[in-house]
């Protein structure tokens, strides 16, 4: 067991406990978030051939030298293209092509002409007939070249990176019908405590309900991992045994709230000690003390405390990053912001506070942050109503109206500023 120490040096022994998590196959949509394990390549070019980006006319340019509306020029329609559709017909020298976004160019053509800068000679939807063009293009104009994406062969995302729903599309266009990335873990959530009852459940005198176990499986949700929420664990030896071990058998990590006080109850930091290793207890932060991290075989255990903002706090400070390294994200950190003080704060202790603050912005335009409610660790509202944690360093201090602090953004993802 050691003393108090810092967030940072916590954090790095969360880390130190920590192995990114094997590769799985799964398919395509299943991917969404996650970081792919081993990189994709093509099986095609994309676009797999020349088409035209504009509804209207494929055309040889130099037939439309000087063209204008005060000197249209008319072309000779000798084919109507619609995308799916494929023509060979060679577009000669004053001829054009009726062609549609998407469809193939046609041999010969080297231009499209927008609709908009045409007249149709012959019936809506009919071929053949005349058009009369009323503006010169550029050569290439509004043509999509085959394999301006991707060519056949190359790799199209590499190893490590995020697959959001652009690169969902772009694996979909390269024939990945599934695709390889780092798995998820199983987090294991326990709560303990002998006053805890069921969501479903009227707390009766001296009881109160299990909220952590929900709040705890919603930030494990959001941050990537699949949550497996297990029983109430009562205040007893015995039963947070048994609840280790069945978690440290079944899961990738353990997450518990409550039973890490001093108080006469508290059964997780010895439990933990005798079926593996605990590592520390105090981190200089406010709200959550103490937190306990540990291992239980070679699953990580992070022990939260049982107040439910100090529980929402610690896992977003230690807990989030654990996952995230575990599911092959380097990018571990929220964003941070230097924002301005909308009110005076104050602060005591040494330690360093994080609290639920909201940022907006000013009606001068600036980001500015106020607390968004009650601070006491027992209360969520604040953290509910926040967007934001406030952060004010170690030492005793006042923060005046306007001076300008740092906040850790809690809804922009890591990787960005
Ligand atoms: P503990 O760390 O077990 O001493 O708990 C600290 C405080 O957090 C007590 O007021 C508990 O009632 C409360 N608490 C503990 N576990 C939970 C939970 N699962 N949901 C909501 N509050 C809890
Ligand atoms: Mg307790």
Known sequence: MSGTMTVEEARERVFARCRVLEAEEVGLLDALGRVLAAEARSDIDVAPFDNSAMDGYAVHAADLAGASSDAPVTLDVVSHIAAGDYSDLEVGPGQAARIMTGAPMPPGADSVVMVEFTESGAAEGSTGGTVRVMREPQLGEHIRRRGEEVRAGDVVLAAG??????????????????????????????????????????????????????????????????????????????????????????????????????????????????????????????????????????????????????????FEIFVRPALRYMQGHTELDRPRQTVRLAHDVKKKQDRRYYLRARVTVADDGALEVALSGSQSSALLTAAHRGNCLLVLPEGDGSFAAGSEVQVVRLDMEEGIA
Not at 178 to 190: D, E, I, K, S, Y
Not at 207 to 217: G, H, P
Not at 292 to 302: A, Q
């Open 161 to 314: 990176e995020i697959i959001g729903p652009a690169g969902i599309g772009l694996l979909a266009s390269t024939g990945h019908a599934t695709v390889t990335v780092f798995r998820r873990p199983r987090v294991a959530v326990l709560s303990t405590g002998d006053e805890l009852v069921e969501v479903d459940e009227v707390p009766g005198p001296g009881q109160i309900r299990n909220s952590n176990s929900y709040s705890i499986a919603a930030q494990v949700i959001a941050a990537g991992g699949v949550p497996v929420r297990y029983p109430i664990v009562s205040d007893d030896p015995d039963a947070t045994r048994d609840a280790f071990t069945r978690a440290a058998a079944e899961c990738d990590f353990i997450v518990t709230s409550g039973g890490v006080s001093v108080g006469d109850f508290d059964y997780v930091k010895p439990i933990l000690e005798e079926l593996g290793e605990m590592e520390f207890c105090k981190v200089a932060m406010r709200p959550g003390n103490p937190q306990t991290l540990g291992s239980i075989g070679d699953v990580p255990f992070f022990g939260l405390p049982g107040n439910p903002t100090s529980t929402f706090v610690g």
